[in-house]
């Protein structure tokens, strides 16, 4: 089965507190990773604020980012959402738009979703999406 | 059983085996002949070095709590 990454589960492999080196080791090799566009813009949107915030320098930043480049990540499009469709998705389960792609896709991909924020976990589970670790 | 190269081969065969990480020669053509390609070796490889990489990278940066990862991410929506 496929996994959807967010951004948040992304950053987290860069700066969070749980070493994932072994958890990708097998991941990357055993299992197929996917991110919509989005993801993208958000994972080189928080670590260029990390970078303006003197937290990293620009050559970390870079390898970080050369890093995540060399992952087999596949970057898929947003799913295929009306505007209706996307306030839909969101509206029960008070989520931005942009945790509604990551939920789209899961469904769209039939893949489990990987996060560390606990609204998008709260509604992947009442739509019976399967969550990494869950 | 012994891989036999032809001498004219064997220099381009031997700069193949090492731009695909394989140490030896013999290993290379087996890797060739089973998989039909040195291709997993490499992508491995490239995969481990990353990963060290990574970790090099974490030791070097101030590690974040998941709660302030998801800040940060929020903090990019605004």
């Known amino acids: ?134 | 059983m012994q891989i036999t190269i032809p001498k004219e081969m064997e220099q381009v065969v031997r700069a193949k085996a090492l731009e695909a990480g394989f140490q030896s020669v013999e290993e290379y053509v087996l890797t060739l002949v089973t998989n039909g390609s040195g291709n997993e070796r490499v992508t491995a490889m490239t995969r481990n070095e990353e990963l060290k990489r990574l970790q090099e990278l974490r030791r070097e940066v101030q590690l974040m709590s998941s709660d302030e990862i998801v800040s940060l991410v929020a903090e990019g929506r605004d």
């Open chain 1, 1 to 134: 089965m496929a996994i959807v990454v967010d951004a948040s589960a992304t950053l987290a492999w860069l700066f969070g507190e749980v070493d994932p080196i072994d958890w990708l080791e097998v991941t990357l090799q055993q299992e197929s990773l996917l991110a919509p566009s989005l993801w993208q813009l958000e994972v080189v949107q928080a670590v260029l604020k990390k970078e303006r915030q003197h937290q990293v320098t620009s050559h970390q930043a870079d390898d970080f980012l050369q890093v995540l480049d060399a992952m087999a990540i596949d970057v898929v499009d947003l799913p295929h959402l009306t505007l209706q469709g996307l306030a839909a998705w969101s509206r029960p389960h008070q989520l931005s738009t942009y945790d509604v792609t990551y939920l789209a896709l899961a469904v769209e991909r039939q893949a489990e979703l990987l996060t560390l924020d606990n609204n998008l976990k709260l509604a992947a589970q009442r739509l019976s999406i399967a969550m990494v670790g869950a």
